[in-house]
């Protein structure tokens, strides 16, 4: 794995550099990944004292930008490699994705043309990925497994902030390639903007980028390039209370969905409320997300319908965290202890309004009608549709897919949690065994023209 | 289906609509596609003769701009609807695509996460496709039923040479779809250039462009649009001829590669040939491609080599159809009766050659050795590698799948021939049966805290 900090000029050569590796490492069989992956567990290892003193110096450098309200409080604990069972996680991370099944090699249709003409196609990886991350610096380690194990090149470019603890981590995984027989240019890390910028034009060598940021980051990357980009940038995520609600199930979901965890890409933004419900189920609920301190933003009907609740107006947090709706409130994803309320006459509403105005991430209906349920998981446009669960369960561990490369709100590829799979293509390859060799001239209509006969092949590897 | 020539200020109009049609249509049943499928054959039988009224007009135009020198008689041929079987053609696609199977609905994974929390993956269509297409105005049948059966709204345009046709094929199309519950926007056909160049902005409601036509055309679009696009630009396809080539093998899928169809996207543009072979097998493929009328420009190495045999230097085409390369020759798609020829020292040197040259479309090695097949196979990065077979196997139909949406050289969603599969994503259902509903805070390490379970759940379709 190379480093570099080189000027725009230069950014070409990394990456064709990268596109060469991906090509020579082709031949390599799959278990040189997994070796690769322990000897980067080894040096990480070995590092482990010269890698946290670095973070220690990274965390002093954005306390000084904290203290000078530069930098967030939350962006300064996300840097932290040393809290914590962080770092023997990260260890732990390389270890379960060895252990993920091979992605590659498998074959997923296999047919005979003709005899002695058979066609396979088969996973194989994407090319060449560049990643793009903030903050957190134990990521460059888990993209960098994820993408050696699938049969990726690599760029990185990690988050300013996590510099000398991103530059150290990039020299164990080096040092750990180094000692296989991946090419080095394999995994690249790169330091600055401006090298991103000139990468995202390179959509020759580049064949996929996965932003892992802010809304800015990824909304910035995906104006700025022609190369696919994976990932998502809003996570404005509906729950919606169906007039059959049950009040348990519609409090239980409401408030995990809000406050499990905020600042997560799948926790709700707005609350829809079947008007049936508005002064019966809706008055329970804004009860429970009042007591979890959370602030609504509420239009006419469920606002009124709160403020006459005598649950409501005798609580602590009546009038101050109960606020009308801004104009912008159905857009704009809270990533907060706030939610926008809504009240909808039916569920063909509830269906149109997140359609029109969902990031298409997950959306949830709370009902106990099983036409509605199924309705709405047809007819929401969404990576997820659940029915009576959370949406913070839209998420590639709790799917099972072990570990994720992001979740992806794109319509193409790969669509919600993405594990392994979504950093895999196919190739179909075609083999004659013929005397002849096969020639398409031969097949057709007319006489002495031959049929395909496309006959399914059992297999799941290519057997040349 | 509605039609239009409306201005430039009324296409996000035509977007809009395109999607709020693809939603509603999402609660209707998959047979009402099929239904429209039958309706939209009917009602083209029933206007068969206005129709090819019209096409008839669209050629009598097309011919003055032939005679002005500003139309290739090749276009002309395709614009022709009334030749040969061409009409029954195009009637009996429908019926062939009514009856594949339903791409949508299907599981591709299910898993218990806990007891009474069922997730489910299932294919669903992309949503809004603009597909844009040259010429042969059967192809707006063709795509309206690849996007009806998989469950898509499109948005179409043609050729401008094909208007007429292509209008009332258009209103067939719409008369049909009227006869089903699928909303009239569902199929929108366009009229003008300026109409694709303000929809390619829209990425708020178009989520794939599929653009059929010539190399300049899909160059354009992905150029101007951040929707991905599904399609290939270039079709530089090579055959290598290796140390271990059977001569017959060579000489057959050599000239078939290049002679079947010279303008198809899968034809050999550039024969790499082994060093070893240039006194032996390389005349006698010369003199096959000579025979077959082939321009071939040549390296010097192939050059010298075809000059001094004596099959070829008393040929007639000798010397004639023997260039020297010219400099750009090895990124040029010929498309017609001329082929790069290049000598290579070795299997890894072809490979990387191929690498660095190919569109990534469909390649191939003539060899005896089953090692060097392998290595090929897996070392050249294509959409297709090829073992002693044509590079004109590499086609939707051929491959058994039908019918073909286009050639794909992108490396993500789908890659070299696609079919119905390439027009459905998936999204993910979860559904909580549990008494209280499912929330992500259960789960997790600690006291009181629940595991997950992920037992798979044998199921094809979605249980409600």
Redesign the interface.
Known sequence: MASTTASDSSVEAIAKAAKEA??QS??LPSSVRNEALAKIKQQLELRKDDILAANKQDMEAAQKEVDAGRMTTALLKRLDLGKGDKWDSMLQGILDVANLPDPTGTVSYA?K?DDG?E?Y?VSCP??VLLVIFESRPEVIVNIASLAIKSGNAAILKGGKESTRTTALLASAIAEGLAQTSLPPAYIHAIQTRDEVSALLQLDRYI??VIPRGSNALVSNI??NT?I?V?GHADGICHVYLDESA?L??AV??V??SKT?YPSACNAAETLLVHESLLNTVWPAVGKALLDAHVELLCDTATHTALSSAPSISSHPSFPSLIQHTPNDTYTTEHLDLRLSVKAVPSLAAA??FI?AHSSHHTDTI?TEN?AH???F???V??????????T???DGF???FGTEVGIST????????VGLEGLV??????????G??????D?GVGEGKKA?T?APIQASK?P?
Chains 1, 2 share one sequence.
């Open positions: 991906f090509e082709q031949l047919s043309l003409l066609l196609r994407i090319g064949d996929l995906q104006n022609r696919p994976m049950d348990q199930k239980r979901v408030v995990d499990d269906t149109a359609n709370v099983e349920a199924s309705a998981c047809r007819g446009d969404s990576a997820g549709t659940f029915v009576n669960a959370s913070r369960f839209a709790r799917y099972g794109g319509r193409i590829h790969a669509r919600g949690p293509i196919y190739k179909y390859m075609l083999r004659s065994s013929a002849e060799g096969h020639v398409a001239s097949f395909f496309h290519v040349w």
